[in-house]
């Protein structure tokens, strides 16, 4: 079936209450993106989510000590020779088009994301690892949560697409400096600079994120999704344009059983009972 839940490799992947959470299972390399097969995971739980009906949230979490510790450093010591096959071998054509091919297929994915999607910080999140999680609409991390733009303390910039994201987050001038100093960014200063939204204890991070992650699954399905995607088509559109688009939209969930449903909710002070059409 087209919206089977997919089989992953390297993640684990749970439904309920039509909340997904992807789980970076990948503890003993820090939940690394290369070096694993957590790139073909998570775009393909995207791409599932995207077409799943039953789905109105995805959840991104880590396994174990860290979220997502980005690129194996290791792995990038080896350029020739027998190691030429890895993720950062081979000569520059060769590991342009390994980007391309390989960890920028995440943000791609992401940024085509039509369900809301909240990172769970549980731990460091660094390099590609800082870069997923500001590719999420919402973060929420715990005391251990430590974001890194670290890219340039490797000699490297930031391949996948974290100076687009970080910058539309928390503004050009302070994405800059975490960027060209490649210092680490804890908890409690992430949440004034806007790169997370709450810090909350560790033993309550997964409660807190369902908890949000549940009031946004409760809302009428196609009303949600049209939701987010006018949000990122925002992005891009000129005032104008953007109004055409926010009427057709209109027109079309003013036409749905869902939009009927939620209006006699609110007439008769109960919950609504959502259908997805």
């Keep these: ?11 684990r992947l749970e439904l309920e209450d039509r909340v997904a959470v992807l789980t970076l299972a990948r503890d003993d390399l820090r939940n690394a993106l290369t070096g694993t097969a957590l790139i073909d995971d ?17 959840v991104i979490t880590g396994d174990g000590s860290a979220f997502c510790a980005g690129g194996n450093i290791k792995e ?19 590991l342009e088009r390994k980007y391309r091919q390989g960890i920028q297929r995440i943000p791609l994915a992401l940024h085509r994301a039509e369900i809301p999607v909240i990172a769970a910080v549980n731990g460091p999140a660094i390099g590609a690892g800082c870069d997923l999680a500001c590719m999420c609409d919402i973060r929420i991390g715990s005391e251990r949560a430590t974001f890194g733009e670290t890219f340039v303390n490797l000699g490297i910039i930031p391949g996948d697409g974290g100076a687009w994201f970080l910058q539309r987050l928390i503004g050009y001038q302070r994405a800059a400096e975490i960027t060209l100093t490649g210092r680490l960014v804890h908890a409690e ?7 997370m939204l709450e810090q909350v ?3 309550q991070l997964m409660t807190r994120v369902m908890t949000l ?6 809302k009428p399905p196609q009303a949600l999704r049209m939701s987010k995607r006018l949000m990122k088509q925002a992005q891009r559109h000129e ?5 055409e688009l926010c009427a057709a939209w209109q027109g079309m969930l003013h036409n749905t059983d869902d939009h009927q449903e939620a209006v006699m909710a609110f007439v008769e002070k109960r919950e609504g009972l959502y259908r997805g059409r």
């Excluded at 992650?213 to 409760?218: C, K, L, V």
């Design 1 to 11: 079936m087209t919206n089977a839940m997919p089989t992953l490799q390297d993640a």
């Design 239 to 243: 005032l104008p344009d953007f109004l």
């Design 201 to 203: 204890p560790q033993d």
């Design 189 to 195: 200063e992430a949440v004034e600079i806007g790169l």
């Design 42 to 58: 998570i775009v393909t739980t995207v791409e599932w989510a995207n077409r799943a009906p039953t789905v109105s949230v995805l």
């Design 213 to 218: 992650a549940r009031q946004m699954a409760a």
């Design 76 to 94: 990038m010591q080896y350029r020739d020779g027998d190691h030429r096959q890895g993720p950062f071998g081979g000569d520059a054509l060769e």
